[in-house]
């Protein structure tokens, strides 16, 4: 069945990047999308952006698209969110969530999470 | 950018009662609304696309309905299985955002 399977937590100092990569296995990774939500700690979670792998349109947050950089390798059905210039506010937990290629049905399929830890 | 509130933040209910969370979009959204489940330290999980269809696997005691601006979620017996955090999300255009969630206690 469809599966996410992120990359490892990562501890990084203010004002450094941080990239976190999902694999996508059990389906047509260039018939979807994906999100990337995070969720800081005790709160809500939090859109930050979509990338519709079918047609390689790319939607940003109001407020992260200075700083997120999302990408995708379809050679190894593999997608990439890089977070700039890291703050203590950016600690959170990072999920990739696969959509449909016309975002018809809901958020489906969600990876793990890779926790992010911003501290000097 | 649309607005996602939800309605209460949270709820406490006892076991085979009827739960109904409501959420609202700042402009009109159609049925783009899904609804999610958050367990503790958990992944969350889609429960409700469209507004009112439900996903497959998932329990028939969960409902939505609402169209435009004005949204719910009802669970109609609730069972301690379902103490969770619940979100709603529009997709009709981007931002995607999701409502600020409702946490679901059992007496």
């Known amino acids: 069945q469809a599966q996410l399977v992120q990359s490892g937590g990562e501890v990084k100092k203010p004002g450094a990047s941080v990239k976190v990569s999902c694999k996508a296995s059990?389906?047509?990774?260039?018939?979807?999308?994906i999100n990337w939500v995070r969720q800081a700690p005790g709160q809500g979670l939090e859109w930050m952006g979509w990338?519709?792998?079918?047609?390689?349109?790319?939607n940003y947050a109001q407020g992260l698209q200075d700083r997120l950089i999302m990408t995708t390798d379809t050679s190894t059905s593999t997608a990439y969110m890089e977070l700039r210039s890291l703050r203590s506010d950016d600690t959170a937990v990072y999920y990739c969530?696969?959509?449909?290629?016309?975002?018809?049905?809901?958020?489906?399929?969600w990876g793990p999470g890779t926790t992010v830890t911003v501290s000097s | 950018d649309i607005q996602m509130t939800q309605s209460p933040s949270s709820l406490s209910a006892s076991v085979g009662d009827r739960v109904t969370i409501t959420c609202r979009a700042s402009?009109?959204?159609?049925?783009?609304l899904a609804w999610y489940q958050q367990k503790s330290g958990e992944v969350p999980k889609l429960l409700i696309y469209?507004?009112?269809t439900l996903r497959s696997g998932v329990p028939s005691r969960f409902s939505g309905s609402g169209s435009g601006t004005d949204f719910t979620l009802t669970i109609s017996s609730l069972q301690p299985e379902d103490v969770a955090t619940y979100y709603c999300?529009?997709?009709?255009?981007?931002?995607?955002?999701f409502g600020p969630g409702t946490k679901v206690d059992v007496e």
């Open positions: 999300q529009k997709y009709d255009f981007a931002p995607f955002t």
């Open positions: 059990g389906y047509t990774f260039s018939y979807y999308g």
């Open positions: 969530a696969r959509a449909d290629k016309g975002y018809y049905y809901g958020v489906d399929v």
């Open positions: 990338y519709n792998v079918y047609n390689g349109h790319t």
């Open positions: 469209g507004a009112s």
């Open positions: 402009q009109g959204i159609n049925t783009y």
